[in-house]
C-alpha cells in the first residue's frame, strides 16, 4: 500500500493527465489536426488570435505535419482549450509557458507525445464502452479529425474546398471520404418544391 501523499499526488497526476486528454481531443474535434504529426510539433509560439472583418477573433495555429507547413483556423470555443491548458501550466510554473514550450505537455515539461495520449484515450473509450463506432471499427485519435471534417460539412456548411485547405488535405480526399455526406448537406435544395406561378 502506498503511502498517502504518494497516492495524492499519483492522483494529482492522473488527474491533470485526463484534463489534458480531454483539452487535447477537443482541440482536435475544433481544427481537423493530424494527431501527431501536427500536435506533437506545436508550441505556444504556433497560437495566436486573430480579428477577422467580421468583427470576431479566431484562433489560428501554425502547424506542421504530412503536408509541410501551414496556417489552420479553429472554431471560437479552440480559445477556451487552449486557455485551460496554458493556464494549468502557467499554475505550476509560476508564469506563462515560453513561446517555444509545447503546448501539449506533462506539469514537469517533458512534451506529451501523441503514442502516450493514444493510449490514454483508449483507456478512456473503453470504460465508456465507446471503443467502437456504430458499424464496429476501432474509434482512435485520429477519428477526431472526421469527427472535424463531418461536422464543418454537415453543420457549417463549409466548401469542400475550403475545409480541404484548412485541414492540409486535398479536395479529391475529402470527396473520397465525405462524400457520402452530400445528400445530407443538400436535405433542404433535395426536398424544396416550387410551386408553379
Not at 510539433?41 to 505535419?65: A, N, T
Not at 503514442?115 to 458499424?135: I, P
Not at 469542400?160 to 470527396?175: D, F, H, P, Q, R
Request: hydrophobic fraction near 35%; glycine fraction near 8%.
Amino acid at each position: 500500500i502506498l503511502p498517502v501523499n504518494r497516492r495524492r499526488r499519483i492522483d494529482e497526476e492522473q488527474q491533470q493527465r485526463r484534463e489534458l486528454l480531454r483539452d487535447f481531443v477537443l482541440i482536435l474535434i475544433n481544427t481537423g489536426m493530424r494527431p501527431g504529426s501536427e500536435t506533437d510539433g506545436l508550441c505556444w509560439q504556433h497560437v495566436d488570435y486573430f480579428k477577422h472583418v467580421d468583427g470576431k477573433e479566431y484562433p489560428r495555429l501554425i502547424v506542421s505535419g504530412k503536408t509541410g507547413e501551414r496556417q489552420l483556423v479553429g472554431m471560437g470555443n479552440v480559445r477556451t482549450y487552449l486557455e485551460r491548458v496554458r493556464k494549468r501550466r502557467t499554475a505550476v510554473l509560476g508564469h506563462p509557458p515560453s513561446p517555444n514550450e509545447p503546448v501539449f505537455c506533462l506539469p514537469n515539461g517533458q512534451p506529451v507525445k501523441h503514442d502516450y495520449l493514444r493510449g490514454l484515450f483508449e483507456r478512456a473509450l473503453k470504460e465508456a464502452d465507446m471503443l467502437t463506432d456504430a458499424a464496429g471499427r476501432k474509434r482512435v485519435l485520429y477519428s477526431c479529425r472526421h469527427t472535424y471534417a463531418t461536422f464543418r460539412l454537415l453543420y457549417g456548411r463549409v466548401s469542400i474546398y475550403t475545409l480541404a485547405e484548412n485541414m492540409g488535405t486535398s479536395v479529391s480526399m475529402i470527396e473520397r471520404h465525405y462524400g457520402h455526406l452530400t445528400p445530407t448537406m443538400a436535405a433542404s435544395e433535395l426536398t424544396q418544391r416550387i410551386r408553379p406561378v
